[in-house]
């Protein structure tokens, strides 16, 4: 990863992963003050950084442009795109039900994949949400075929080829809550989602950090898996590790800070590509958190 890089006052790029530890009964102590270096602030809808750290007024389409350019290189270093079918997966099960309803015969197809969990972090020291940012496939390749769609129409292995003219990776970098799927049977939703926080975003938070918010359904027409959203307020004392994910398995995150008082803008922001997840949960804290906080 690159060298942090200072956007806003207090606030840098995010560096390299942390490994995963496992939450228990004997957990080992937070440590003080040993934070690693700290995640990318976005400068939110109407500001820019300038030498000083000064705060100017500035068109959104010149943000975006200043975002992508401090952006970790890696992330969007994507080459030898292939597409290739899909003939297992230890993630992804595809089956097709036959049933009849209301004397009508009807086969559905659906895949069976894992629960999940998430959690909307607000920094309390500072009063900002702490997300990721990441390159999807899925959302990339669902650009790609709009300009290329004779790649999907391809049925044998034969006919599926690499990609020649390939789209800028940013069109499949997201942001998201922090987030992980449900796949240690030996462990709850909360200690998996503990696990995940100090993976991805480098917080060590304990299971009474946690507030559960609520749970649901997703993608309910192809996978009908379940989602448990997790609240947790956190410190900058708190962070004792880089964040990033776990690079042995392949993850390459970066932690995004998004202002609270930008939080709203940003998640209404269409150009900036996120989750539902994140719009229900700023929108959520809106609502059952931001009216309890000191009136500054």
């Known amino acids: ?35 690693g270096s700290a995640p990318r602030r976005w400068p939110g809808p109407a500001r820019c950084p300038r030498p000083g750290h000064q705060r100017l007024r500035a068109p959104l389409s010149f943000l975006l442009l200043l975002l992508a350019a401090a952006a970790p290189a890696g992330m969007e270093a994507i080459e030898d795109l292939e597409l290739k079918p899909c003939t297992s997966s230890i993630y992804l099960r595809p089956y097709r039900l036959c049933y009849r309803q209301n004397g009508t015969k009807k086969t559905w197809d659906f895949m069976k994949i894992h629960d999940s969990v998430s959690i909307l972090i607000f920094n309390t020291s500072r009063q900002c949400f702490v997300l990721v940012k990441q390159f999807r496939p899925a959302v990339y390749m669902c650009e790609v075929e709009k300009h290329h769609p004779q790649l999907f129409q391809n049925r044998d292995n034969e006919s599926f080829s690499r990609l020649e003219d ?131």
């Open 166 to 296: 390939p789209l800028p990776a940013a069109v499949g970098v997201t942001y998201e809550l922090c987030s992980g799927i449900v796949d240690k049977p030996d462990l709850s939703l909360e200690e998996i989602a503990c696990e995940e926080v100090l993976e991805e975003c480098g917080y060590d938070v304990a299971v009474t950090d946690l507030r559960k918010i609520t749970s649901y359904r997703s993608g309910v027409g192809v996978t009908g898996s379940s989602q448990t959203l997790f609240y947790a307020e956190v410190t900058d004392q708190m962070r004792t590790g880089e964040g990033g994910g776990q690079a042995e398995e392949g993850e390459l995150i970066e932690v995004v800070e998004i202002p609270l008082e930008d939080s709203m803008k940003f998640a209404y922001n269409e150009t900036l590509q996120k989750t539902m997840g994140v719009i229900f949960s700023f929108t959520w804290f809106q609502d059952n958190i931001a009216p309890k906080l000191p009136k500054n």
């Open 1 to 35: 990863m690159k060298p942090s890089i200072r956007l806003l006052e207090g606030s840098e790029q995010q560096g390299a992963t942390a490994p995963s530890r496992r939450r228990s009964a004997g957990r080992p102590a937070r440590k003080e003050g040993a934070a």
